[in-house]
């Protein structure tokens, strides 16, 4: 906006001076053209007037003048009798029988010729007729002056040039200026700008200075009214998590006690069926509930993405979810070029619960001795310089097909894992919410050689001196709610349930 507003008002200023330095030049051009003219013929005129008066002093007088005006000026005197012979003492002209000095001795009409239908050319030529003192009718000769036009040439070019000069000069002011009065116009808008990106990257309490125009202070106040109406939404959301996970979680641990002690104190087999098949009930709404505090949490968006080192976190995770792996017998490796200088932008937890979610989902569809492969690379331009950087999961499990790709990241919407249909439906429902909320992307695809791979490109960034990069911090799972961040793998958590009960892996897509 600020490169349209200079443009056009320097624009104005061009078309401005065009309309009145154009003019100006065009008219001293035709002024300096005709004062030449009249200068010329004034000088011819009067020599003709010399040679009209027919005596040998007059001619004697019209030679001398004629010395004196090709020694003072860049003009050069012709002068031809009626007959086409010289008139002594002047010499006889290159070219007598020409067509100016025919027009002029036959039909006593005077003539110029600028050489040029364009300014002029190199010469000016006037030719008059001298006529017989006393007898108008009579010619005795003409008079010719050729005036080279280099002088004028130059007059022409400093009128133009100085102008042309002047001009650019105040085009040159009139930039500086229009870039003043433009970002001084545009600061308000600038920091309404820079109010919605705060806001955009999670910072509620930014606000906008009620400056500028009248339109710009309305719009400033409205977006402020409408800043706090949102962070006041967020606090009293904020208030219903911490309440809901306190509220939802303690009921459902008493359940799961009684059934613990009701299943302890019974024999019968089939009441302790019945017994254990009511606790994997709560222990699956026990997940639910955590899900959705966790999404609830994730859609408040309640801190902004701050530069975090990427191998980091993703090794520590892994050695969380190893030893689970290892039960299994499965390997989980890590590849690709990223190293420790690579850092994306994450909210704080984020990356943990997003590598908690897909792994859970990775180890519930692989097979007992199968790989997973983590692989890290950097995008862009490579190095701490990247544009992008990619977090991928591959595993060797059965896959999806393109139609249940198109589902995995809906709500509640649940495949089918090596356990059944366990799972909540909501584990890459929050990963994608956590990524999304990052400035990032995450996407399904067949991995090769079979199954499935889950590529999460996060934003990457050069840390710059002296700012702080955060620690991978533990996964913030709701209140009251155990993740792998908090306990071994072993643990029952929202990624991953407790040897025995099923899990939340790749049922919960």
């Known amino acids: 906006m600020i490169r349209r507003l200079i443009v056009s008002y320097v624009l104005l200023v061009g078309v401005a001076l065009a309309a009145f330095t154009v003019p100006v030049a065009f008219t001293l051009t035709a002024q300096l053209r005709g004062d030449t003219e ?16 027919g005596d040998e002093p007059s001619r004697q007088a019209l030679a001398r003048v004629a010395r004196a005006y090709a020694d003072e000026t860049p003009g050069a005197v012709e002068v031809v009798s009626a007959d086409g012979t010289a ?10 029988g020409d067509a100016a000095f025919t027009r002029a001795l036959q039909q006593g009409r005077s003539t110029t010729d600028w050489g040029s239908r364009f300014v002029w050319g190199p010469q000016l030529v006037v030719t008059v007729p001298a006529h017989a003192q006393g007898d108008r009718d009579r010619i005795i000769g003409a008079v010719r002056i050729r005036y080279a036009t280099a002088d004028l040439s130059s007059r022409l070019w400093n009128i133009w040039g100085f102008r042309a000069v002047l001009a650019v000069g105040v085009l040159a002011v009139a930039a500086g200026l229009g870039a003043i009065v433009a970002r001084l116009l545009t600061k308000p808008l600038r920091q309404l700008n820079d109010m919605a990106s705060r806001f955009g990257d999670g910072d509620l309490t930014a606000r906008s200075p009620v400056t500028g125009p009248q339109e710009t202070r309305t719009l400033a106040r409205t977006l402020n009214q409408g800043a706090e109406r949102l962070d006041t939404l967020v606090a009293s959301q904020r208030i219903f998590v911490a309440d809901a996970s306190h509220q939802l979680r303690t009921p459902l641990t008493a359940l799961r006690l009684s059934l613990d002690n009701i299943a302890d104190g019974v024999d019968d087999e089939f009441v302790r069926e019945d017994v254990d098949q009511a606790t994997a009930e709560v222990v699956r709404m026990s997940r639910l509930v955590s899900g959705l505090l966790v999404l609830a949490r994730a859609e408040a968006k309640v801190s902004a993405p701050e530069p975090l080192a990427l191998r980091e976190p993703v090794e520590e995770r892994l050695s969380v979810w190893r030893p689970a792996a290892d039960e299994r017998r499965i390997t989980i490796a890590l590849t690709g070029d990223a190293d420790e200088r690579l850092h994306v932008l994450a909210g704080p937890g984020n990356l943990d619960q997003v590598l908690d979610n897909v792994l859970s989902n990775a180890l519930e569809v692989s097979p007992d001795g199968s790989t997973i492969t983590v692989r890290l690379d950097g995008c862009g331009t490579g190095g701490t310089g990247a544009d992008e950087a990619v977090v991928e999961v591959l595993d060797q499990g059965p896959g999806m097909s393109p139609a249940e790709q198109s589902r995995a990241f809906d709500r509640f919407w649940r495949g089918q894992g090596l356990t059944g249909r366990s799972g909540s439906g909501l584990g890459l429902a929050i990963v994608k919410q956590l990524v999304t909320d990052d400035g990032g992307t995450v996407a399904l695809r067949d991995a090769p050689g079979g199954g499935l791979g889950v590529r999460i490109t996060l934003r990457a960034v050069t840390p710059r ?13 709701a209140p009251g709610q155990a993740g792998p961040a908090q306990a071994a793998p072993a643990q029952a958590g929202p990624a991953q349930a407790a040897p025995g009960q099923p899990s939340a892996g790749r049922t919960e897509e």
């Open 38 to 53: 009249e200068s010329v013929r004034r000088e011819a005129t009067t020599m003709a007037l010399m040679l009209g008066d």
């Open 87 to 96: 008139v002594p003492p002047l010499p006889l002209p290159a070219h007598p």
């Open 465 to 477: 001196s002296g700012h702080r990069l955060r620690a991978p911090a533990p996964t913030q799972a």
